[in-house]
């Protein structure tokens, strides 16, 4: 009996897109929560209304990111399970959760 792997799987097409996996590797990511929030997040605009709840007191000249990307990252690092801030630092080489500011 062969040990046999198989390069690529197809799925039947959806909604008009063809679907397949490989194992090529590349950007992998288990999180695909954030996405899902991104989503959401778009539809209801929760972080822009926060963002303007919020009186951002930094000096403009020393920001060197938008206070809706940092409520952004730290509501949804929670959201996915990430309970501490240090797990930014680990998270940013993450394909989708470095996307999801996009």
């Known amino acids: 009996m062969s040990n046999s792997t198989p390069t690529q799987l197809r799925f039947a097409p959806s909604a ?7 194992f090529a590797g590349g950007g992998l990511s288990s999180d695909l929560g954030p ?22 007191r930094r000096h403009p000249g020393y920001v060197q990111h938008p206070m809706q990307d940092l409520l952004t990252q730290r509501i949804f690092q929670i ?3 990430y309970e501490d801030g ?15 500011g996009k």
Do not use: P, W, Y
């Not at 797990?87 to 999801?100: I, M, P, W």
């Open 16 to 22: 008009g897109f063809s679907i397949r996996a490989d």
């Open 35 to 56: 996405l899902l929030l991104r989503g959401m997040d778009r539809q209801i605009g929760l972080t822009k209304r926060l963002t303007s709840a919020i009186a951002d």
């Open 79 to 81: 959201a996915s399970g």
């Open 86 to 100: 240090n797990d930014s630092q680990t998270l940013r080489h993450d394909g989708v959760v470095s996307e999801n």
